[in-house]
């Protein structure tokens, strides 16, 4: 039988679950983009400390220069690798929650089919109509939430390769004109 407070408990402990494992998924990234940003500022702390020694202890303007241009072509190289490593954080999490929203979409359309069928048992005659239309929406709407997440999907592609590009672009920008002012 058909019993409303067993189902509203469970779907109440589905739905506490459900946001643990969001809350949860957003605390390992924060906490990996929290460590990123930590090790990027010790490192930049001891390279900005050598660099200082070596400009210091530079002997000629053309050393100098020089050493200018090694830090500007360094910094460059790290900000690519610090902004696609923050990227990747985000792009993860991302992933990880779009996979949690499908599967709790999932879960629920499933344990809604299965209450109206439950409930369609003990239905008077005639509503088997209006039960098929709302099953007939909700695969409407199950396919939409797929179609949204395969864009959703492409989007993130093309972004990605686009971030990868310019991030070399840039490097190579910042090579080349390294090499001219040497």
């Known amino acids: 039988m058909f019993n409303l407070n067993e189902q509203f ?14 809350t949860q998924l957003a605390l390992e990234s924060t906490e990996r983009l929290m460590k990123l940003q ?16 070596a400009a210091a202890a530079a002997k000629d303007v053309n050393e100098l220069a020089s ?12 900000a690519t690798a610090y902004s696609r ?10 992933s990880q929650m779009a996979k949690l929203a499908e599967e709790t979409l999932s879960t629920y359309n499933e344990k809604v089919m299965s209450n109206i069928d439950s409930a369609l048992k003990n239905a008077p ?20 939430v ?10 993130t592609d093309i972004t990605e390769a686009n971030i990868k590009a310019a991030a070399n ?7 080349a004109a390294a090499k001219k002012a040497a």
């Open 9 to 22: 408990a469970a779907s109440s402990k589905d739905a506490v679950d459900t946001a643990m494992r969001f």
């Open 125 to 144: 005659a005639g509503a088997d109509a209006a039960v098929n239309a709302f099953k007939s929406s909700m695969a409407v709407a199950s396919e939409a």
């Open 169 to 175: 672009t840039a490097a190579q920008n910042v090579k």
């Open 146 to 155: 797929e179609t949204f997440t395969k864009a959703a999907k492409q989007v």
């Open 85 to 94: 490593e923050v990227y990747e954080v985000a792009s993860q999490a991302q």
């Open 38 to 53: 930590l090790e990027t500022v010790r490192n930049t702390l001891e390279e900005n400390a050598k660099t200082i020694k």
């Open 67 to 78: 050493m200018r241009s090694k830090a500007a072509e360094t910094l460059v190289e790290r």
